[in-house]
């Protein structure tokens, strides 16, 4: 449902009406959470938390042109905020969807949804994007938490939007989170690309996935920063180049997947991981330590069920829960078939309750 009040801030307080319904969609609310006391109650709406401070009010107004989170206060028993209240930026709220009638292009979306993609209109698409955020330039109201906000207004996402001009069909949306925006940080390019991979098959019918020309431009726009804009000009160049030389298809992609991994993937990460994997020791948590041990040795592109890491396990373990599971009567060393590393795992469970 649209906002129906459209406000102007400025330095003075006005007048806030917050919602009495939860009915703004989940990609809008993210991390926000709707209470409801009773009718007309005056602490019914949305809220957000912070690490340091929680159940902050908060209201997704229509406002200076635009659609805004705002943080609110409740003075002389009406709900009010100023353009100091405006939260630039957030983590935990979100903003419309191109596909959402309330978007202020989505009128654009609707015209331009049958474009047919080629590599000359997505680069036309990416010179016409804006060059400064669409979020009024107001510091954040969050009482010093403008490191825990970050919505989602600003020239990343104008980006995205405008691509998804471009790639989206008439089969929908995209559904479920995307992958945070990328600034090219080598240590979270393997967190960028599970969140990617998990976007992506959630979205695999999707006709903005299954093209993998639109697929590439769709991850290029989750990318932003001074440390991966002239590798996506780069990108872009090179798929004309691919496209000229007649390649296409899925080669495409994966072509692009390879040349993403050689420019951010750490390419230490599987030393680094077996070296800390070697070091693990068992600590307070029994999870924790199997959760870790075990993102270990993916990333090491250990086996799990491999004697060598088994072995491994066994001196990463406290020297009590070892000698527990061995003297347990499940465990026979000379069984033609050792154990799985899940079967050591359930005993350990099992051993640690004892």
Same mark, same amino acid.
């Given at each position: 449902?649209?906002?129906t009040?459209?406000?102007?801030?400025?330095?003075?307080?006005?007048?806030?009406?917050?919602?009495?319904? =939860?009915?703004?969609p989940?990609?809008?609310?993210?991390?926000?959470?709707?209470?409801?006391?009773? =009718?007309?109650?005056?602490?019914?709406?949305?809220?957000?938390?912070?690490?340091?401070?929680?159940?902050?009010?908060?209201?997704?107004?229509? @406002?200076?042109?635009?659609?805004?989170?705002?943080? /609110?206060h409740?003075? +002389?028993?009406?709900?009010?905020?100023?353009?100091?209240? $405006?939260?630039?930026?957030?983590?935990?709220?979100?903003?419309? $969807?191109?596909?959402?009638?309330?978007?202020?292009?989505?009128?654009?979306?609707?015209?331009?949804?049958?474009?047919?993609?080629? $590599?000359? %209109?997505?680069?036309?698409?990416?010179?016409?994007?804006?060059?400064?955020?669409?979020?009024?330039?107001?510091?954040t109201?969050?009482?010093?938490?403008?490191e825990?906000?970050?919505?989602?207004?600003?020239?990343?996402?104008?980006?995205?939007?405008? /691509?998804?001009?471009?790639?989206?069909?008439?089969?929908?949306?995209?559904?479920?989170n995307?992958?945070? $925006?990328?600034n090219?940080?080598?240590?979270? %390019?393997?967190?960028?690309?599970?969140?990617?991979?998990?976007?992506?098959?959630?979205?695999?019918?999707?006709?903005?996935?299954?093209?993998?020309?639109?697929?590439?431009?769709t991850?290029?726009?989750?990318?932003?920063?001074t440390?991966?804009? %002239?590798?996506?000009?780069?990108?872009?160049?090179?798929?004309?180049?691919?496209?000229?030389?007649?390649?296409?298809?899925?080669?495409?992609?994966?072509?692009?997947?390879?040349?993403?991994?050689?420019?951010?993937?750490?390419?230490?990460?599987?030393?680094? @991981?077996?070296q800390?994997?070697?070091?693990?020791?068992?600590? =307070?948590?029994? =999870?924790?330590f199997?959760?870790?041990?075990?993102q270990?040795?993916?990333?090491?592109?250990?086996?799990? +069920?491999?004697k060598?890491?088994?072995?491994?396990?066994?001196?990463?373990?406290?020297?009590?829960?070892?000698?527990?599971?061995?003297?347990?009567?499940n465990?026979?060393?000379?069984?033609?078939?050792p154990?799985?590393?899940?079967?050591?795992?359930?005993?350990?469970?099992?051993?640690?309750?004892?």
């Amino acid at each position: 449902m649209a906002t129906t009040q459209t406000y102007t801030l400025g330095n003075e307080h006005v007048q806030i009406f917050r919602r009495q319904q =939860d009915n703004l969609p989940a990609h809008v609310t993210k991390e926000a959470y709707f209470e409801h006391y009773e =009718d007309n109650d005056l602490r019914n709406g949305y809220y957000v938390n912070t690490p340091s401070k929680k159940h902050i009010p908060v209201k997704f107004v229509q @406002a200076n042109d635009t659609y805004l989170w705002v943080q /609110i206060h409740l003075i +002389d028993n009406t709900w009010q905020t100023n353009q100091g209240g $405006i939260i630039r930026t957030s983590k935990s709220l979100g903003w419309w $969807i191109i596909s959402d009638p309330q978007h202020p292009n989505h009128a654009f979306y609707e015209q331009e949804a049958s474009v047919p993609l080629t $590599i000359a %209109a997505v680069t036309t698409a990416l010179q016409q994007l804006p060059t400064c955020p669409n979020t009024p330039d107001h510091p954040t109201a969050m009482e010093g938490q403008q490191e825990d906000i970050n919505v989602a207004t600003g020239q990343t996402q104008q980006e995205a939007q405008r /691509i998804n001009v471009i790639t989206n069909t008439s089969n929908g949306a995209l559904k479920g989170n995307p992958p945070f $925006i990328f600034n090219g940080d080598r240590s979270k %390019a393997c967190k960028f690309l599970l969140g990617w991979n998990i976007w992506s098959s959630i979205n695999q019918n999707n006709n903005t996935m299954k093209n993998p020309i639109s697929r590439i431009v769709t991850m290029l726009s989750y990318m932003d920063g001074t440390h991966v804009d %002239a590798w996506k000009e780069e990108q872009l160049e090179k798929l004309k180049e691919e496209e000229s030389e007649g390649i296409q298809g899925e080669t495409l992609w994966e072509n692009f997947a390879e040349r993403f991994k050689n420019a951010f993937k750490n390419q230490n990460l599987r030393s680094e @991981a077996y070296q800390e994997l070697c070091k693990l020791k068992q600590g =307070d948590s029994l =999870d924790d330590f199997f959760a870790k041990f075990k993102q270990l040795a993916h990333e090491a592109e250990v086996p799990l +069920d491999n004697k060598g890491t088994i072995e491994t396990l066994k001196h990463s373990m406290t020297q009590g829960l070892t000698s527990a599971i061995i003297n347990s009567p499940n465990y026979d060393p000379t069984a033609k078939v050792p154990w799985t590393f899940k079967e050591w795992e359930e005993q350990a469970r099992k051993s640690h309750l004892k």
